[in-house]
T-cell receptor
Framework: DSGVTQTPKHLITATGQRVTLRCSPR?????VYWYQQSLDQGLQFLIQ???????AKGNILERFSAQQFPDLHSELNLSSLELGDSALYFC?????????????FGPGTRLTVL | QQQVKQSPQSLIVQKGGISIINCAYE??????FPWYQQFPGKGPALLIA?????SEKKEGRFTISFNKSAKQFSLHIMDSQPGDSATYFC????????????FGTGTKLQVIP
């Protein structure tokens, strides 16, 4: 158990809908990262937050948005969902900068868009 | 320049054999090279990592070999076991700061009895 929690574990929805994925980082970790993993694909970096501020952006679609709240949990919002958005979405957290470079991954949320 | 190229995409190894996965990078600013292991239905977990000041790091049956001049690094799994069957991702980042990790595309390893 990495200490990173993600909810829900599974999500089934229809095209055009909007969903919110939630992530709670490990205690003490200030950075949160979101990744998308499609079937048999690698990890695509979406976005990173540090202590509430956006720090890096990857291949995140305009239909997707995220935020990190004062209690450090993060939410990834996916809107106008398409079939191709079906994937595993992972959240990872890491300790404060200059301490360690390890990222700790949550168990993921499996999103199925029908 | 941010890419990390990983090969092979899949690998089948006999139990007791050596599994070798290779990665190459372009960005010379990368100075932290972790390998993550992912079992089906689980999130990736750090397996072993290396920094470019050493050419090899060994932890149990897992060894990273690093070639700074060639900008390549590889994971060797000695005495491969069926329990090692998983997907392995190499990665690279610039250590410290607000590090953003670039992942390879993954290698699906199957160790057959």
């Amino acid at each position: 158990d990495s200490g990173v929690t993600q909810t829900p574990k599974h999500l089934i929805t229809a095209t055009g809908q909007r969903v919110t994925l939630r992530c709670s980082p490990r205690s003490g970790d200030l950075s949160v990262y979101w990744y998308q993993q499609s079937l048999d694909q690698g990890l695509q970096f979406l976005i990173q937050y540090y202590n509430g501020e956006e720090r890096a952006k990857g291949n995140i679609l305009e239909r997707f948005s995220a935020q990190q709240f004062p209690d450090l949990h993060s939410e990834l919002n996916l809107s106008s969902l398409e079939l191709g958005d079906s994937a595993l979405y992972f959240c990872a957290s890491s300790p404060p900068p200059w301490s360690t470079d390890t990222q700790y991954f949550g168990p993921g949320t499996r999103l199925t868009v029908l | 320049q941010q890419q990390v190229k990983q090969s092979p995409q899949s690998l089948i190894v006999q139990k007791g054999g050596i599994s070798i996965i290779n990665c190459a990078y372009e960005n010379t600013a990368f100075d932290y090279f972790p390998w993550y292991q992912q079992f089906p239905g689980k999130g990736p977990a750090l397996l072993i990592a290396i920094r470019p000041d050493v050419s090899e790091k060994k932890e149990g049956r897992f060894t990273i070999s690093f070639n700074k001049s060639a900008k390549q690094f590889s994971l060797h799994i000695m005495d491969s076991q069926p329990g090692d069957s998983a997907t392995y991702f190499c990665a690279a980042s610039v250590s410290g700061g607000y590090q953003k990790v670039t992942f390879g595309t993954g290698t699906k390893l199957q160790v057959i009895p």
